[in-house]
């Protein structure tokens, strides 16, 4: 199982970002997806899960309204869309590949999101 | 919302040292919590599932128990490559992890 993360970066207050995450070495569209973040020095959140067919999707009340789960199953890829994006979204995004019972055994490696003027 | 509270938030400790951390559910979750350990600048990575089941390839002085909202995690003889941060997430109702528990050297 390999999950590589990208689209981290520097970006505005107000401003958007689309992270993306490949997926290789499993049936991709088996599995539902998730992405967790980690503010600096901070625990682990939750933010999004998506089912494996796209069907459920589901947000942490703080995201709700400015962030947009999606994934392309053909394309073995899970992506994350963030708008209005403000300071307290600094963190690494870590891709997260969920299990039959929900609990997470596979991370990627993270790509940070910092948000500054 | 469920809610999880680890304690404590910081353990200082030996090699060798028994070591136990709690993880305390505001309202029952069953055994729906799993247990991660976090390295710096590293991924988590899951040590225990449904409250007591070892993750393939986790060794066994790492063990798990609980059910309803009060959890444990103890490491029964504590190694130099266990110090880290650990987590606990339930996964009752969506996901929520704990706040953390730094072990670190005495």
């Known amino acids: 199982v390999q999950l590589v993360e990208s689209g981290g970066g520097l970006v505005k207050p107000g401003g958007s970002l689309r992270l993306s995450c490949a997926a290789s070495?499993?049936?991709?569209?088996?599995?539902?997806m998730n992405w967790v973040r980690q503010a600096p020095g901070k625990g682990l959140e939750w933010v999004s899960s998506i089912s494996s067919s796209g069907t459920y999707i589901y947000y942490t009340d703080s995201v709700k309204g400015r962030f947009t789960i999606s994934r392309d199953n053909a394309k073995t890829s899970l992506y994350l869309q963030m708008n209005s994006l403000r300071a307290e979204d600094t963190a690494v995004y870590f891709c997260v590949r969920d299990t039959s019972g929900n609990y997470y055994p596979y991370w990627g490696q993270g790509t940070l999101v910092t948000v500054s003027s | 919302d469920i809610q999880l509270t680890q304690s404590p938030s910081t353990l200082s400790a030996s090699a060798g040292d028994r070591v136990t951390i709690t993880c305390r559910a505001s309202?029952?979750?069953?055994?729906?919590l799993a247990w991660y350990q976090q390295k710096p600048g590293k991924a988590p990575k899951l040590l225990i599932y449904k409250a007591s089941t070892l993750e393939s390839g986790v060794p066994s002085r790492f063990s798990g128990s609980g059910s309803g909202t009060e959890f444990t995690l103890t490491i029964s003889s504590l190694q130099p490559d266990d110090f880290a941060t650990y987590y606990c997430q339930q996964y009752n109702t969506y996901s929520t992890f704990g706040q953390g528990t730094k072990v670190e050297i005495k």
């Open positions: 070495g499993f049936t991709f569209s088996d599995y539902t």
């Open positions: 309202q029952s979750i069953s055994t729906w």
